[in-house]
């Protein structure tokens, strides 16, 4: 039998999920981390996490460690699920991720927005 990369669902069986990613390089946290939020005042930096997650896939053949980049963005959105989230912790992750993304403008941009969105 060959590897399965996708998802199967047999025996009448349901999926009922927010966010679901299947694949090689598969992500669908920061979707997530917009429904985990929901009603507590951070669904404008849910989104705006979301914007940069995407500014990074996007562009990630002009970043260094790119990988890596969006793996942080699991950070922040652990951050934010919480009911008081560490701000030094997304402020050192965003500025990493600033750091690394001078050159790509969509991604500084995103990084700004969460920021706001932030109150940073």
Known sequence: MGVNKGIQVTDGGTINAAAIAAGDNARA????????????????????????????REHADRLDGADELLDSTTTIGDELKKEEPNKTTIKGVLAGIAEAATSVQAVTVAVTALRVALGF
């Open 29 to 56: 946290h920061a979707k997530d981390v917009q429904v985990a939020v929901a009603g507590t005042g951070k669904e404008e930096a849910a989104q705006k996490l979301v914007e940069l997650t995407n500014a990074l």
